[in-house]
């Protein structure tokens, strides 16, 4: 059955028909777990970070799944002429981090999460910085938006977009095609939270199942296992912002 389409503001669909055909042609497409997808109510689709191209696959997913995602992204993106009014006019949502106006993107999202609209955020707030891609320590925005809020929290992985543009890489490889996969995973269970603090402990606890939830799903994907310590970038040293390779040079 095709699911039901989520309403779509004028600039998203401008970018879906600019966008979804080059997608289509330039990729090869193994979508599943489509059912775990929340399309009632508000809620907050969490995805791993791979490669600058891993926007648009897992975009590219949730709008086949009938739903219109506004993303957290940087606000540098949103500051490229054209291109930020288009992402403005979609109702993605600048993040303004390190600076008086982080929370503005917090209250922004809990707001859309509360009208009824699916908010995507990166957990780890960057590329991941593991050696083998896996997913890293996460911040705690997303369990504070679903705290706050009582959402679903929805796992969404995707493993192929950084053979089309490498972690940090500037120039795409587009051919031969490459193969994306997106799969989405059961909502993650903060139930027992709910009438807690919000505390930094209860922030940390609902993060580390979230990260739980996307490694094991990457697990699955991948067909591998993840190392047992989760990758902390603080912990050896790499820059948490900016390219960290160019940083070590």
Not at 65 to 83: D, M
Not at 127 to 134: A, E, G, S
Request: charged residues 25%; glycine residues 8%.
């Amino acid at each position: 059955m095709k699911p039901k389409r989520q309403k779509r503001p004028g600039a998203f669909l401008f970018a879906v028909a600019v966008l979804r055909p080059l997608l289509m042609a330039l990729t090869k497409r193994r979508w599943s777990g489509g059912e775990n997808l929340v399309r009632d109510r508000g809620c907050v689709v969490v995805a791993n970070h791979l490669s600058y191209a891993d926007p648009l696959v897992v975009a590219h997913y949730l709008n086949d799944n009938g739903i219109a995602p506004s993303f957290l992204g940087k606000v540098e993106v949103f500051n490229i002429p054209v291109i930020g009014k288009i992402l403005r006019s979609a109702r993605q949502i600048p993040v303004y981090r390190e600076t008086g106006q982080a929370a503005d993107a917090y209250r922004a999202a809990v707001a859309a999460v509360e009208q009824g609209r699916c908010i995507v955020i990166y957990p780890e707030a960057t590329l991941t910085r593991d050696p083998d891609l896996w997913p890293m320590r996460g911040k705690t925005g997303a369990a504070r938006i679903a705290l706050q809020t009582r959402c679903p929290v929805v796992p969404v992985v995707n493993w192929g977009a950084q053979a089309i543009i490498g972690p940090y890489e500037s120039k795409p490889d587009l051919l031969p095609i490459k193969e994306v996969i997106v799969r989405a995973g059961a909502p993650v269970d903060l139930a027992d939270l709910y009438e807690r603090p919000i505390t930094r402990e209860v922030l940390q606890q609902a993060t580390d199942r979230i990260m739980a939830a996307l490694t094991g799903l990457l697990e699955e994907v991948r067909g591998e296992k993840a190392p047992t310590t989760r990758f902390d970038p603080r912990a050896v040293g790499i820059p948490t912002k900016g390219n960290p390779t160019k940083e070590q040079r």
